[in-house]
């Protein structure tokens, strides 16, 4: 019998049909991007009936509920339907979502971007991602924005604040979500309590335990339970949770319906904007306030854009509009009839579990709390990717990237970002132990990350899609104003859990702020601090440098001269590798840069050198320093430039920084064929006492390394080889076989005298995270009996 299909099997074989693969990811989405918007119903109600920590009387009348409802329905339209399903998510960069997506647009089609480069960075890294045809004029916004620094470095504050929102948000949703669920089941068991039980003594006492016993601890064991599934990758858990909140979904939408028709079915004349008009005609402090809680019904609508490099933006807006956005509106309003007819009853009766028709009660309490923990997934995978993208822009320090999927490359899995969103969310459930003040925290990260979503998206509408200031503006106005309105209501409850978000986007800003003037600052000396290439071709014969066997790999961020660190290397100890390449991986303001496109190979000096130079290019959804193959591929792209290099002679005579794009398909095939052996151990062995000396002085060092996986081989007889070509790649391929040995320059940071106390802060939180975040060494899976470190003092 057949073995079944694994999840990543099932979609691969469903590549071909498009409908049905659409049909796929419109599943999988419903359980990761759109649990958190389905599991709001749990606490938007109960938050509106609490003013601080105690009951309220916001249900005054039927008038009022309808005022409410007909709030809640009109911002789910306006703002999750209208901003992001039909708007925001045309912005997608290359099928990548959130705050850096449209970040990254505008750094590519308005020249803003603030990420460490210079002039020699720009012509040789430089990627075109527009034809010709689809490139208009500047307009005058463009080149007055270019020509403003102040608006670059505002644009990346943006951007990184809303990813402080996000992150933020991943922190708070976890918790209120499953504490709300986890109360639900304490009030099933006090009323179990009460029925079973004749004493009122007894009753008030069992109350009493479940309500210190039962939410907090069942809510913490539920959160680690969450946080521990994620290694499996969006695409399993997808699998896995999108049952459950289609179980749900269709769940609370028939209670809903039959709540309309049992109790109110002239709610949805609530639907009409003149309900809109007397609530904010008698507007006052405290039905202001009550807006906080009317914003938590969008929820979840900001991880519909974050989350669309995991999917699909064809699969989330059809999932939304057809599924997600009427049941809600079904759910809503039969919670606002149930009330309607319920405002003589305890206050208790706001909560949705109350509103559950007999025995189903008992049903929703056990769904309730599956769901609860679903639904904190969208903005934990919005984590995930916002963190992704930071990392390969230099906004983050360096944490280890799994990539769960091999068919979307925005799916990631980060464990020490997961361990640490499980950490803060149990401090927060513990700390706050109330739905409302966590509400009130999430609710701030709801809007502040929304008005950053507005700033950034008017200036994609002016800049990249090119429309008229009056578009651009009347975006900004318009959505502004509406989320600016639930801001304000936000901060009438600042000091009651608000301040939280307040405290975690700050230290967040900090880290992220520190990190990229950090690198920013590493890469400025670099650039004022390197060689030419005519010291080390020219000059290094009279120096008395000798050429060892082997192949020297020196990674450094500059893609023109030798880095500080390698000619302070030479100084000292005058010898380097008979092959040497200088290899610079460079990150673009774009999702993902195709193989064939990736890397640029040139030379540093005269062919007899046997001097090279290369340049990874890779966007921030991009996986190329996590791969175990990456020198492999180096080397076989070297293979294919000293082969493609005869026929473009002008390479042979050009300046430094000509560079050929390697990774096409050669007509006459590869240069280098390689070969997976599985008897390299013995021949590892045998070939053990053919190293070069400086190879023997790191292994007395450091531990073995372990042995080369790949070989290559030459084309056999191939007539179209020229003779000179073949002897050069034979010697690339004997290098090889002599040894790999790889230079780092290990920086040690030090401020200048006289600098001012925020510079010294900056570099002193960069210091501190450069030594305890991951190592370059680590990222690129560098062996370490293969690795050279240089100690060099920085002074910025």
């Known amino acids: 019998m057949d073995p079944p299909l694994s999840p990543n099997t099932f979609s691969n074989s469903l590549k071909k049909d498009s409908w049905r693969y659409t049909l796929l990811l419109s599943f999988q989405s419903i359980g990761i991007v759109y649990g958190r918007l389905s599991t709001a119903p749990l606490y938007v109600f109960e938050t509106l009936s609490t003013i601080g920590d105690h009951p309220s009387h916001a249900f005054k009348s039927e008038e009022t509920v309808y005022e409410l409802f007909s709030f809640i329905f009109w911002t789910l339209t306006i703002v999750s339907l209208l901003k992001y399903a039909f708007i925001v998510l045309k912005a997608d960069d290359d099928g990548e979502g959130g705050p850096f997506a449209l970040y990254s647009l505008l750094c590519r089609h308005a020249k803003v971007g603030l990420l460490p480069n210079d002039k020699s960075v720009s012509e040789v890294t430089s990627y075109d991602v527009r034809s010709p045809s689809m490139t208009k004029f500047e307009s005058r916004a463009r080149r007055a924005i270019q020509k403003r620094k102040s608006s670059h470095y505002l644009m990346l504050l943006l951007a990184l604040f809303g990813s402080c929102m996000m992150i933020s948000d991943g922190v708070l949703t976890p918790a209120i979500s499953v504490l709300s669920a986890s109360q639900g089941l304490q009030r099933s068991l006090s009323d179990m309590a009460r029925t079973l039980s004749s004493s009122h003594d007894k009753q008030e006492e069992l109350s009493e335990y479940f309500k210190k016993y039962v939410p907090v601890p069942l809510a913490c064991a539920i959160l680690v339970c969450l946080f521990t599934l994620q290694h499996y990758g969006t695409h399993k858990i997808g699998f896995i949770f999108a049952p459950v909140i289609i179980l749900w979904l269709f769940f609370i939408g028939g209670v809903g319906f039959y709540n309309i028709l049992h109790c109110n079915p002239h709610i949805f004349y609530a639907i009409s904007p003149t309900y809109l008009y007397r609530f904010v005609k008698k507007i006052d402090k405290d039905s202001w306030s009550s807006l906080r809680s009317i914003l938590l019904c969008v929820a979840g609508s900001e991880a519909m854009f974050a989350d669309l490099g995991h999917f699909s933006k064809k699969s989330i807006k059809m999932t939304f509009v057809s599924v997600i956005y009427p049941i809600l509106i079904l759910c809503y309003a039969g919670q606002a009839a149930f009330i309607s007819k319920h405002l003589n009853a305890s206050d208790e009766l706001i909560h949705l579990s109350t509103s559950m028709p007999g025995s189903f009660r008992h049903i929703f309490v056990a769904l309730s709390l599956i769901a609860s923990a679903v639904g904190s997934q969208a903005t934990i995978t919005a984590s995930f990717s916002i963190i992704n993208q930071c990392l390969a822009l230099d906004c983050f320090p360096r944490v280890k990237v799994i990539h769960t999927s091999d068919t979307k490359h925005g799916q990631v899995y980060i464990p020490d970002v997961n361990w640490s969103l499980m950490i803060l969310s149990l401090t927060v459930t513990i700390a706050f132990h109330q739905v409302v003040r966590i509400a009130n925290a999430a609710g701030l990260a709801i809007v502040l990350g929304m008005l950053v979503t507005t700033c950034l998206m008017s200036l994609v509408i002016a800049l990249y899609w090119e429309m008229s200031l009056f578009v651009s503006a009347s975006f900004l106005i318009f959505f502004g104003f509406i989320e600016f309105m639930y801001l304000s209501a936000c901060m009438l409850n600042f000091h009651k859990g608000a301040w939280f978000l307040v405290v975690h986007c700050s230290l967040t800003l900090i880290i992220m702020l520190s990190w990229h003037y950090g690198t920013k ?18 000059l290094s014969p009279g120096l008395g440098v000798s050429r060892l066997s082997g192949i020297g790999f020196v990674h450094s961020d500059i893609v023109t001269g030798i880095p500080a660190f390698f000619s302070h290397f030479i100084t000292n100890l005058p010898a380097f ?33 046997k001097i090279y130079r290369c340049i990874v ?8 320093r996590d791969t175990d193959d990456f020198e492999d591929q180096i080397i076989k792209s070297i293979g294919e430039f000293i082969s493609l290099e005869e026929n473009d002679p002008e390479s042979l005579t050009s300046a430094e920084g000509r560079m050929i794009v390697i990774g096409k398909p050669m007509p006459d095939g590869h240069a280098l064929i390689p070969l997976l052996e599985s008897h390299l151990d013995d021949e590892h062995t045998n070939n053990g006492s053919q190293k070069s000396p400086l190879a023997d002085s790191i292994e007395r060092d450091y531990a073995p390394a372990k042995p080369k996986k790949v070989r290559f081989t030459l084309q056999a007889n191939s007539p179209k080889i020229h003779e000179s070509v073949r002897e050069e790649l034979q010697e690339l391929m004997d290098a090889r076989e002599s040894g790999t040995a790889h230079f780092l320059g290990q920086s040690h940071l030090a401020v200048r005298d006289g600098s001012s106390f925020l510079k010294r802060l900056l570099v002193m939180i960069y210091v501190f995270l450069d030594k305890n975040s991951r190592k370059p060494p680590v990222a690129l899976n560098i062996p370490h009996a293969a690795l050279v470190e240089v100690g060099m003092i920085y002074t910025i």
């Not at 600052?521 to 020219?538: A, G, M, P």
């Not at 040497?580 to 050198?609: C, E, M, N, Q, T």
């Not at 290019?617 to 190329?624: A, E, F, L, N």
């Open 521 to 538: 600052k590493k890469y400025e000396f670099d650039i004022e601090n390197k060689v030419s290439t005519e010291w080390l071709t020219d």
């Open 617 to 624: 290019r890779y966007g921030y959804c991009d996986s190329v």
């Open 577 to 609: 590798h008979q092959v040497l390449i200088f290899v610079s991986f460079k990150s673009l303001p774009v999702p993902y840069v195709p193989s064939s496109r990736r890397y640029l190979i040139g030379r540093v000096g005269a062919k007899d050198y």
